[in-house]
């Protein structure tokens, strides 16, 4: 399928585990970010990265981990889930520096720590 | 500090009605604007994107409008429907390679 997909969509851990959400774009779109979602915040930018292989801090890094071998994936990991870390996570992508290019997201990772 | 506002926090309002949602933002310097529709448990959708010199831009019952001078915008939203129950998310674009959020209005359409 065409576009950007996020897996899983609903995951359910403990406090101390590693979990890992995956992100898929077929658009080969250079930029791909990591966003957060909860209540009372705008997206708050994770990660982002400019092209396989870099990877940048956003926002609110701490805790998590990223990765960018291939341009088409980005998968984020949280090292040691803490239940701070309970939200609804998005990834999107845009073919250039998101200032001047639409930016695409993907239907997001609600994860639950516990 | 970078920042969007959007007002107000949650909205009712009867099918068939119009309303307009308000984005002041302080990002400096400023690249574009864009307003986003999200639905329950969906990603964000893009509505518009507007520039500097741009201060009007439709998108079928959607027109958004910006005042670069007062830093501010809106979103008009003509004949309501159903569908448009969402949260409403403005967003600013700081001429780097990051994108500021608003917290969003969430739209509540009722028959």
């Known amino acids: 399928d065409a576009g950007i997909t996020q897996s899983p969509r609903y995951k359910i851990t403990e406090t101390g585990r590693q979990v890992t959400l995956m992100c898929h774009q077929t658009?080969?779109?250079?930029?791909m970010f990591w966003y957060r979602q909860d209540l009372g915040h705008g997206l708050r930018l994770i990660y982002y990265?400019?092209?396989?292989?870099?990877?940048d801090k956003g926002e609110v890094p701490d805790g998590y981990v990223v990765s960018r071998s291939k341009t088409e994936n980005f998968p984020l990991t949280l090292e040691s889930a803490t239940r701070s870390q309970t939200s609804v996570y998005f990834c999107?992508?845009?073919?250039?520096?998101?200032?001047?290019?639409?930016?695409?997201f993907g239907q997001g990772t609600r994860l639950t720590v516990v | 500090k970078n920042q969007v506002e959007q007002s107000p926090q949650s909205l009712i309002i009867l099918e068939g009605k119009n309303c307009t949602l308000q984005?002041?933002?302080?990002?400096?310097?400023?690249?574009?604007l864009r307003w986003y529709k999200q639905d329950t448990g969906r990603g964000p959708v893009s509505l518009t994107i507007?520039?500097?010199?741009?201060n009007t831009k439709s998108n079928g019952r959607y027109t958004a409008t910006l005042d670069a001078d007062t830093k501010q915008s809106s979103l008009h939203i003509t004949a309501s429907q159903l569908s448009d129950s969402a949260s409403y998310i403005c967003?600013?674009?700081?001429?780097?390679?990051?994108?500021?959020f608003g917290t969003g209005t969430r739209l509540q359409v009722f028959p």
């Open positions: 999107a992508s845009s073919e250039w520096d998101p200032s001047s290019t639409e930016a695409f």
């Open positions: 658009w080969s779109h250079s930029y």
């Open positions: 990265s400019a092209a396989a292989d870099i990877t």
């Open positions: 984005c002041n933002y302080t990002v400096s310097p400023f690249s574009n």
């Open positions: 507007m520039t500097f010199s741009e």
């Open positions: 967003v600013v674009s700081a001429d780097t390679d990051k994108l500021i």
